[in-house]
């Protein structure tokens, strides 16, 4: 990665920013940490996929919203996992860009990483299951399943913002 200015890193802060306030003021806060959750912050994954700078905004943003979980683990566990999976879905799928499904409305990189992402909740599932002794498997479809209609929701709306502003600066 070149060197970071300072508008990049005002940019990076904004995404975190962003990140942290989707995922833990009132209403978001109910329904983004659990068994069943639905992180509305989580379309901001796509940001990545036009400039890898984001990854940091994204991870950052992560990070620090798992402050605010139930189990401070979130903070490791949450934070890598974003890190990890979100770099590998950036370079697994950046190739497919410039293709569009959905009449255009979706960007096929963006379809993909959703399934993919989903599936990494194996992580959080294990987490849960572990320290909470949640049941693995219906934990592991219930935040995959959430990850996704967020995931999917957010690639329909982040390919629109693209419309109008510049993600790729």
């Not at 940001?47 to 979980?69: D, Q």
Request: aromatic share 14%; with cysteine.
């Amino acid at each position: 990665m070149q060197k970071l200015t300072a508008r990049d890193m005002a940019q990076i802060a904004v995404v975190a920013a962003v990140y942290v306030v989707l995922t833990v003021t009132p209403p978001f806060n109910v329904i983004s940490f659990g068994a069943v959750q639905f992180r509305i912050a989580e379309m901001l994954n796509f940001t990545a996929f036009y400039n890898k700078k984001y990854i940091i905004g994204v991870t950052l943003g992560c990070v620090i919203a798992n402050f605010f979980s139930p189990m401070l683990i979130d903070v490791l566990v949450g934070g890598g996992s974003t890190l990890v999976f979100l770099t590998l879905g950036v370079v697994l799928f950046g190739k497919f860009k410039d293709r569009f499904i959905l009449g255009g409305l979706m960007r096929l990189d963006h379809f993909y990483f959703s399934l993919f992402f989903s599936l990494s909740m194996v992580t959080i599932a294990a987490e849960l299951h572990f320290l909470m002794g949640a049941p693995f498997f219906f934990t592991w479809l219930t935040t995959a399943a959430g990850e996704l209609a967020s995931l999917l929701i957010g690639a329909l709306l982040i390919n629109r913002l693209a419309a109008y502003i510049d993600l790729t600066q």
